[in-house]
C-alpha cells in the first residue's frame, strides 16, 4: 500500500492513501504559513477534529469544489449539510470504515465553537487505520490526557499538538514537555508536533518560534 503526506501548515495535513485524498482540519485562507492555497488541494475526505476556526476554515469551500465529505462529531456534520454538503456525524469513541480508510474518534481535552461562539459538539480527536493495517493517531486539539496510554497499541504515526511552553498549560494544546510525556504514553514508531509556528500562544498574531 503506497501512503504519503504533506504538512500543509498549523494542524492541516493532506493524505494520500492509495491514490485516495483525505484532508485534516485545513486552515489554509488567513494562514501565512500555509504550504498551499484551497484550490490547489484535492480530497474526497475531510476530517475535522473540532469547530475552531484555525481547524475548519477551509472545509466548506474545499468540499463545495471536490465534492468531498465531511466526517466530523454531529454537530460539525449538521453545520455542513446546512452548507450543502455532504457529511457523516460520528460520536466520540465510534468509529465508520470510510473505504480507504477507517476513523475512530477519541476524546480530546479542549473546546469547540464556531467563530460566531455557537457550540460546536466535543472536541475529538482521531485514529486513522489503513486497509493494510497502518496506524495513525492525529490528536486534533488537546493537552494530556491519562487516556493516551490506550491509543497507543501499535501506532505508526502520532500528529500531536505543541502550543506553549513553561509554566503556560491549561490552554488546550501541549507544552513541548507534555508531548513528551504524551509519546512515552502513545510509543509511536513516529511522531510529528503541529500546531506550532503558526499562531502566538498570547493571542491569533504570527510568531516564528526561536528554539
Do not use: C
Not at 471536490?66 to 465510534?94: F, L, P, R
Request: glycine share 12%; charged share 15%; no cysteine.
Amino acid at each position: 500500500m503506497s501512503i504519503s503526506f504533506t504538512w500543509l501548515g498549523h494542524s492541516a495535513f493532506s493524505f494520500d492513501i492509495d491514490g485516495h485524498k483525505m484532508l485534516l482540519d485545513p486552515f489554509l485562507t488567513g494562514n501565512a504559513l500555509a504550504a498551499a492555497k484551497p484550490d490547489e488541494v484535492e480530497a474526497e475526505i475531510i476530517f475535522l477534529t473540532h469547530a475552531h476556526g484555525d481547524h475548519t476554515a477551509d472545509a466548506i469551500t474545499i468540499a463545495k469544489r471536490t465534492g468531498a465529505k465531511i466526517v466530523s462529531n454531529y454537530e460539525i456534520a449538521t453545520w455542513a449539510q446546512k452548507q450543502g454538503v455532504e457529511s457523516h456525524g460520528q460520536n466520540t469513541g465510534g468509529g465508520f470504515d470510510h473505504g480507504f480508510i477507517y476513523a475512530k474518534q477519541t476524546i480530546a481535552f479542549h473546546s469547540s465553537s464556531f467563530p460566531d461562539g455557537t457550540y460546536g459538539g466535543n472536541p475529538n480527536g482521531f485514529i486513522f487505520i489503513t486497509p493494510s493495517g497502518e496506524k495513525i493517531y492525529f490528536a486534533g486539539d488537546t493537552d494530556l490526557f491519562p487516556g493516551m496510554a490506550d491509543l497507543g497499541s501499535h501506532l505508526d504515526l502520532a500528529l500531536l499538538p505543541v502550543w506553549g511552553w513553561g509554566p503556560r498549560l491549561g490552554v488546550g494544546h501541549m507544552t513541548p514537555a507534555r508531548a513528551a510525556q504524551a509519546l512515552t504514553l502513545l510509543q509511536p514508531t513516529f511522531a510529528i508536533p503541529i500546531h506550532w509556528g503558526t499562531l502566538h500562544p498570547w493571542g491569533m498574531g504570527w510568531w516564528q518560534p526561536s528554539f
